[in-house]
């Protein structure tokens, strides 16, 4: 799942984000509703695994770039359920979770120019502490 940076490659990365957000998807989720983002809080649950520390404001940019684009689609695929046939809805699912794997390949891509520190770190709950989520349902899963 590594490559010669230590870090996971793209596709071994949404491979195992879709096993770690399915075990729990309402948690992960929570993580959005408080203004959060689930693709960084996952590679930073990753980086914890891994004993690696990164620099969240280094991240940042990517999110800004992908957000900008996912942001819009997703809340367009919501407010368009409703009205929607099964077959188109899941078009425009599929097409959201193309542009969530584009993320995560940016944030991996950003996270490859600003090399995490080979040290444990906190990653994971410094971000739920920013989004004041420190004590929330995913708690357990920081280090």
């Given at each position: ?85 099964e077959a188109e ?55």
């Open positions: 799942m590594r490559d010669a940076s230590g870090l996971p490659s793209p596709l071994g990365f949404w491979h195992w984000s879709g096993k770690t957000y399915g075990a729990r998807p309402g948690d992960w989720l929570e993580v959005q509703r408080l203004g959060g983002n689930v693709n960084l809080a996952l590679l930073l649950h990753w980086l914890d695994l891994a004993s690696l520390s990164a620099d969240l404001t280094a991240l940042q940019p990517a999110l800004v770039q992908t957000e900008a684009v996912l942001a819009p689609w997703r809340t367009l695929r919501q407010n368009a359920k409703a009205r929607l046939d809805y899941q078009a425009m699912l599929a097409h959201e979770l193309e542009l969530e794997q584009l993320q995560q390949g940016v944030l991996l891509q950003s996270l490859r120019a600003h090399p995490p520190r080979r040290e444990p770190g906190h990653n994971l709950l410094n971000y739920l502490t920013l989004l004041g989520a420190e004590t929330g349902p995913l708690r357990d899963l920081t280090c």
